[in-house]
């Protein structure tokens, strides 16, 4: 079937709209500030400084979070940044234990359900527990996304997809700076 002239041009626009999305998103990473990835002044959490367990951590506002993270877990945790693909410390690694948030120490993960995505992020088909994450619609940056937030302390972790393996098709898709491997034997 021919299309009309309308059509094409509209086709025209919606290409030049892809196009012009695409150059934005590529342009605002590469002006993003990316420092390299430290471990100076971390803690066991991996953290500027130890979290304690009774705090009320959703309660916390951004000065508190600007002291106890590094300014690239901030970036990603607290602003819901993205860290670069293939760019993050666990994206390729396969040690077994578990990964657990990076702000407040809670068990996210387990390397048991940590699969290679080719995405250039560390991905997991589960989570550790179902109370372990909470998820949120985002509709930033023109798509519509299911955010993953650390229950805890309301981290943002990264995202999850409906595209992972069995058993259950999910895809977490999260941000290396958001997550602390800790070998576990029970895991
Ligand atoms: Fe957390």
Not at 61 to 87: A, I, M
Not at 155 to 184: M, Q, W
Request: aromatic content about 12%; overall charge positive.
């Amino acid at each position: 079937m021919r299309e009309s002239g309308y059509d094409v041009k509209m086709n025209l626009i919606s290409m030049k709209s892809q196009r012009l999305f695409i150059s934005a998103v590529v342009i605002m990473w590469a002006a993003a500030d990316w420092p390299a990835f430290s471990e100076e002044g971390l803690t066991i959490s991996n953290t500027k400084k130890q979290v304690s367990r009774q705090d009320d951590l959703k309660q916390k506002d951004n000065s508190y979070w600007k002291k106890v993270l590094t300014p690239e877990q901030y970036k990603v945790c607290r602003q819901g940044g993205t860290e670069p693909p293939f760019s993050g410390t666990y994206v390729h690694f396969k040690e077994p234990g578990v990964y657990r948030c990076v702000a407040c120490g809670a068990r996210l993960f387990s390397s048991k359900t940590k699969f290679d995505s080719g995405t250039g992020w560390p991905s997991f088909y589960d989570v550790i527990s179902s109370d372990a994450v909470e998820l949120k619609s985002d509709y930033s940056f023109g798509m519509s996304r299911t955010e993953v937030i650390c229950a805890r302390c309301g981290a943002h972790l990264g995202h999850v997809f409906n595209d992972g393996p069995a058993p259950t098709g999910k895809r977490y898709c999260i941000n290396s700076v958001c997550l602390k491997h800790e070998k576990d034997s029970a895991e």
